[in-house]
């Protein structure tokens, strides 16, 4: 938690931490906390410089970073004490001169003010509100009401508290900054404060949020009976804004069952669903994968569904995480959402609302135009500022009502009509400044209905369309939403050439990413066509989809994969290309459907070893997949590996054996990896392995073995991507006289039991050996599994039993040298264990 940093109601004591230092004070003058989740207060200097010495002593022990919980600190209750109150009169000092300070606060002399003493003075002791367990003297969130000297002062303490939050997010990551600076290392710090609009006031300042994201999941509510909610409303309007930022996101509670992940009441599956199995959950985990989020570990109602979206993600990196590459871009202008109140403008959906961006979002995704969101910042809170080099790359950039505007945002969009982009303003747009104040601007004049032609740009301004009345129609499915999209549409088309022409329903939404490594067109499309009565998305066939190639790809000649949930290897599909536009069917769009396009490659079909084979005395060089279905034998030999644009491997099926005795096996371009499957055979004997494994599925890492009895003697195996062996459900196996090194791990054995690890040589890797229970870190869902397994007299699993290791020379491996999780009679003798930065043995 982010006022305690831990859950330990003794952890003042333990690092000898004062009240009077740290903790915030309320108006009695009593320096509070409630344990163990409120202890210090963010604003004063001692709790900040012990809340940074405690960060470097994570970040020294090895831990790859932090996610905060509560990371609004006591914003919503401030601090009263002398040295906060000092800091609260700098404050107003620096935006009043005396005689603003004297007109609207009624203060004659800033340097003795004392505002504790002044809401004592208007009795506001005599208030008070709980903190979780404790009573403090405060006059609650909404402060004074009888003094209107008072109100303004307490909307100023408010902002201040804000600022008090967002500084000291930027003190921590300038620590972190230079820590990563010192040692090369990454340390990832992401909050969840709720700070509107979006948090975009801290998100600046750390790498990522950990929201406790609703996904608009609520029967009809309110005085709303009639709006639905997801995936009606979609997270991408929260989610794109982060993804703009390069910001990452782990959502706390899973797009299924919460229930699952945290406890709570459940969303999808709790009350309002119609079936067992809804498929708003997948089209959540959908727009986690495609906006870049972290997504969850739990499987949600259907494992085997969920386990087909990891499946194609896993399998298939190229497609995910690759830059945006919209077609237009659509300005999230902080500064009019920041001021939604002063603006007088209301939600038709939720109090806070920010419509006009909300409603053209849809606009601008129903019409199937590949979009980017970009975010203007204030300069205030926010200082994000978008280069013209960047707004350059669009065709054109809509503003949605973005009635606030700074003058450099102003002087920005003149230069980028000057350079002949076309603007797309709905709505007022720049009568306001940062502060909502209004200014006379000669730019805010195009927008007046009209088209008007700018230098060698274009501005095109909207008026007779309200995105709110199209957020509103669209959300009921009332019929009243078809022409206003219909007129959208028309009107953009007259000045903006699609390049995107489709026969996708309204509600299938179109993104766009270029992969620049692979040289690589990407769409993702994510099927919002649904049906609530079924709980089911409604799927596309034989889907007409034709689009303009970006001049990388330009005169090449092309190969284009269709992939989806259903079909996560990927099929090849026929184009045609004329003028530059490529046409192809999409045989089927389920929920999450991608296209790639790139430069022609040719995946050749595998080797299938369906007799005893062998390869001896001599170089080969594969090109592709060896499938080994009898048995094969490599002897004396060396074995280069020439993966492509897809990865190839080496698969030992349930009843094949794979023999390698005095070989070499070695990447020389491409990825490879080795995997044998259960009910197989596995034996190695005085051989090198070198360069295996992939980002992807686990069995992908390197050399994968999932079946028992297998057999590694007097062999090196080195500088594989992930693992040099991972066992699964591997026992009675047995690894002797090898070396293992420049892996990130070197043996893991997940799920084996009688294992043998003896006379081995493991160094120089991230982590050296790891001996644990598959599930081991699913500690939820797995308690209360066990907790059912007992309740029905079930004896659950114990996990991996006996695991040896002996005789090893375990050192130097960078993180740990062994961990041991999960399993039982685990035993270390007769070897050496040293030189770990942070651990050598954790069991």
């Not at 709720?194 to 600046?204: E, F, M, S, T, Y």
């Not at 920010?354 to 409603?359: A, I, Q, T, V």
């Not at 009332?478 to 026969?503: C, G, H, K, V, W």
Request: glycine letters at 8%.
């Amino acid at each position: 938690a982010f006022s305690s940093l831990s859950e330990n109601p003794a952890f003042l004591e333990y690092w000898n931490l004062s009240i009077q230092e740290v903790a915030p004070m309320d108006l009695n003058g009593t320096y509070w906390v409630d344990l163990p989740y409120n202890i210090g207060y963010e604003g004063r200097e001692a709790w900040r410089t012990f809340f940074i010495n405690f960060l470097k002593l994570l970040f020294d022990a090895g831990i790859d970073g932090v996610e905060f919980d509560g990371g609004c600190g006591l914003m919503d209750i401030g601090s009263f004490d002398p040295e906060t109150m000092q800091k609260f009169n700098q404050y107003l000092a620096s935006k009043y001169n005396q005689t603003a300070l004297e007109q609207k606060f009624n203060i004659t002399d800033i340097n003795t003010f004392n505002f504790t003493q002044y809401l004592r003075d208007l009795g506001c002791h005599y208030n008070s509100i709980w903190v979780g367990n404790t009573q403090i003297a405060h006059p609650g969130p909404d402060g004074p009401q009888n003094n209107e000297y008072a109100k303004a002062l307490w909307e100023e303490f408010k902002t201040f508290n804000k600022k008090v939050l967002v500084e000291f997010y930027k003190i921590i990551m300038e620590n972190v900054n230079q820590w990563e600076k010192e040692t090369g290392r990454e340390f990832y710090v992401s909050t969840r404060v709720g700070v509107a609009p979006l948090d975009l006031p801290v998100l600046q300042f750390v790498d990522g949020v950990n929201w406790e994201y609703c996904w608009f999941s609520s029967p009809a509510w309110g005085g709303h009976p009639d709006i639905i909610g997801y995936p009606n409303r979609t997270a991408g309007i929260d989610f794109r804004v982060l993804q703009s930022l390069d910001k990452k996101f782990n959502p706390w509670i899973a797009p299924w069952s919460s229930l699952e992940s945290t406890g709570f009441s459940s969303w999808f599956t709790d009350g309002w669903n119609k079936t067992a199995d809804p498929e708003e959950q997948y089209l959540g985990l959908a727009e986690v994968l495609v906006y870049g989020g972290i997504p969850p570990t739990s499987e949600g109602t259907n494992r085997t569904h969920f386990e087909q979206f990891m499946r194609m993600a896993q399998q298939n990196p190229q497609l995910f995480g690759q830059s945006q590459f919209g077609e237009v871009a659509l300005i999230y202008p902080f500064a009019t959402a920041i001021n939604l109140d002063k603006l007088n403008l209301t939600s038709v959906i939720k109090e806070g609302k920010f419509d006009s961006y909300e409603g053209t979002y849809y606009l601008l995704a129903d019409s199937h135009i590949s979009f980017d969101v970009l975010v203007f910042g204030d300069n205030v809170w926010v200082n994000i500022t978008q280069p013209l080099s960047k707004l350059l790359e669009y065709k054109a950039v809509v503003l949605p009502e973005a009635l606030c505007l700074t003058d450099d945002q102003v002087g920005l969009l003149e230069q980028y009509l000057q350079s002949g982009g076309i603007i797309i303003g709905i709505g007022d747009i720049a009568l306001y400044n940062e502060y909502a104040k209004p200014v006379d601007r000669s730019f805010s004049e195009y927008f007046d209905g009209q088209v008007h032609q700018v230098g060698a740009g274009l501005v095109v301004s909207i008026k007779d369309i309200s995105p709110s009345e199209y957020l509103l129609y669209r959300v009921k499915y009332s019929p009243q939403a078809a022409p206003i999209l219909e007129e959208f549409e028309n009107t953009i088309n007259a000045y903006l050439p699609r390049e995107i022409q489709t026969d996708l329903p309204s509600r299938a939404h179109i993104y766009r990413f270029f992969n620049h490594n692979e040289t690589a067109l990407i769409f993702h499309i994510i099927n919002f066509n649904y049906n609530f009565k079924a709980d089911k998305v409604i799927r596309a066939y034989d889907v007409s989809f034709n689009f303009t190639l970006p001049p990388q790809l330009i005169g090449k000649e092309l190969s284009i994969y269709v992939y989806s949930e259903d079909q996560p290897d990927g099929i090849e599909v026929p184009h045609m290309i004329n003028d530059g536009i490529v046409s192809i069917v999409i045989p089927k769009v389920s929920i999450l459907t991608s296209i790639e396009v790139r430069p022609h490659f040719e995946e050749a079909e595998p080797i299938v070893i369906n007799q005893p084979t062998t390869f001896s005395d001599g170089v080969f060089t594969f090109n592709r997949s060896i499938i080994v279905n009898s048995s094969l034998t490599i002897l004396n030999s060396q074995i280069k590996m020439k993966g492509g644009a897809k990865p190839i491997k080496i698969e030992v099926l349930p009843n094949g054996s794979l023999v390698i005795i005095n070989s070499t096996i070695l990447r020389e371009s491409g990825a490879y990896y080795i995997v044998a499957r259960k009910d197989s055979s596995v034996f190695i004997n005085s051989s090198d392995i070198s360069g295996a494994g992939v980002f992807g599925l686990l069995d992908m890492g390197g050399i994968c073995i999932e079946t028992e009895g297998a057999v590694i003697l007097n062999s090196r195996i080195h500088d594989n991507y992930d693992f040099g062996v991972l066992l699964v459900n591997a026992s009675h196996s047995m690894i002797g006289n090898s070396i293992f090194y420049g892996n990130v791990r070197g043996i893991v054995a997940t799920d084996s039991s009688y294992i043998e690890l003896f006379n081995n040589t493991i160094e120089n890797n991230y982590a050296g050996v790891m001996l644990q229970a598959l599930d081991i870190f699913n500690a939820g869902p797995r308690l209360r599994e066990l907790i059912k397994m007992c309740q029905q007299g079930i004896v659950p699993p114990r996990g991996p039993t006996k695991l040896t290791v002996s005789n090893c020379y375990i050192v130097n491996n960078e993180f740990l040298n062994v961990l041991s999780l999960g399993c039982n009679f685990v035993t270390i003798a007769n070897s050496e264990c040293s030189g770990a930065s942070t651990v050598n043995i954790l069991s």
